[in-house]
């Protein structure tokens, strides 16, 4: 009888964390939005490289990119270099310019 207890705290506490886990991750595709949309839109987005945790974006218009919203969103750092920016994001590098890469066509 102690051992069906036990089993079912088990449950229910495996169940909060799954509740809450899923609360506090973000939507990825509103953050992706979100971050096509702070670098100008997809039509300023030439190029995307992405380097473990670093994306590199090559923009038409630099000046249309907003870095304060782009660091809010959660970036580690920004480094603007002529029409590039360098932005390190973490670990959805790959699966953003799949994303976005996706978007363009």
């Given amino acids: 009888m102690q051992y069906i207890q036990y089993l079912i705290i088990a ?5 909060i964390a799954l509740v809450v886990l ?5 939507d990825f595709y509103i953050e992706a939005n979100k971050l096509v949309e702070f670098l100008g839109g997809k039509d ?3 190029n995307i490289e992405v ?3 670093r994306f590199k974006v090559t923009l038409k ?4 990119a907003n870095k304060d919203a782009i660091q809010k969103l959660g970036a ?3 480094v603007e270099i002529d029409n590039q920016l360098k932005i390190i994001l973490g670990p959805d590098g790959q699966r ?7 978007l363009k066509k």
């Avoid at 899923?22 to 973000?26: D, F």
């Avoid at 218009?61 to 249309?64: A, I, N, S």
């Avoid at 953003?96 to 996706?102: G, M």
Wanted: aromatic content about 6%; glycine content about 4%.
């Fill in 11 to 15: 449950i229910v506490l495996f169940l």
């Fill in 22 to 26: 899923k609360a506090s991750k973000k």
């Fill in 44 to 46: 300023n987005i030439i």
């Fill in 51 to 53: 380097n473990m945790s």
């Fill in 61 to 64: 218009d630099v000046t249309l």
């Fill in 76 to 78: 580690k750092g920004i």
């Fill in 96 to 102: 953003l310019k799949k994303y976005i890469d996706d």
